[in-house]
């Protein structure tokens, strides 16, 4: 997969978390994940098509994306709830729109579907192009999630 995508995912979710959640994720290296067992306990998914195609996920720990939707909406979360899904879809295509707008600078058009939600444990991720994606690790005050990347130009 091309550096430049995952720069950008990586670049765009410290981004959009430090603005709309005022958390500091920190990222740890990429690896190579090889099924499609979710890292999380609820993700995010939009697939994307144009001079790149594939797909996005997001994967939150519980502990994790319910620290960072009470930090964006100021309110105290108690698991995941459809509110929480609804915010996991709204990360998801942030994050998405804003690593698509740093790669339109490099010269690539991508556009995205809307994302979908899924959560549970041990629930699936399947990328738009079946084969293995680049997890992004990422921690927020001891608690983590990954971006989950599988983008082909």
Do not use: W
Request: with cysteine; aromatic share 4%.
């Amino acid at each position: 997969m091309n550096t430049k995508f995952i720069n950008a995912f990586l670049h765009a979710t410290v981004h959009v978390l430090k603005t709309m959640a005022l958390v500091e994720p920190k990222a740890s290296r990429p690896y190579e994940k090889t099924n499609n067992i979710a890292v999380g306990d609820v993700s995010g998914v939009v697939g994307m098509t144009g001079s790149a195609t594939g797909s996005l996920a997001l994967s939150f720990s519980e502990k994790c994306i319910i620290r960072i939707v009470s930090s964006m909406l100021g309110e105290v979360h108690k698991g995941i709830n459809k509110e929480i899904e609804d915010a996991v879809g709204e990360i998801t295509n942030m994050i998405s729109g804003d690593a698509r707008r740093m790669l339109q600078a490099e010269g690539y058009t991508i556009e995205a579907a809307i994302p979908t939600v899924v959560s549970g444990k041990n629930h699936k991720v399947t990328h738009v192009l079946g084969g293995p994606s680049i997890i992004i690790p990422f921690e927020v005050e001891g608690m983590t999630f990954v971006v989950d990347v599988c983008l082909s130009d």
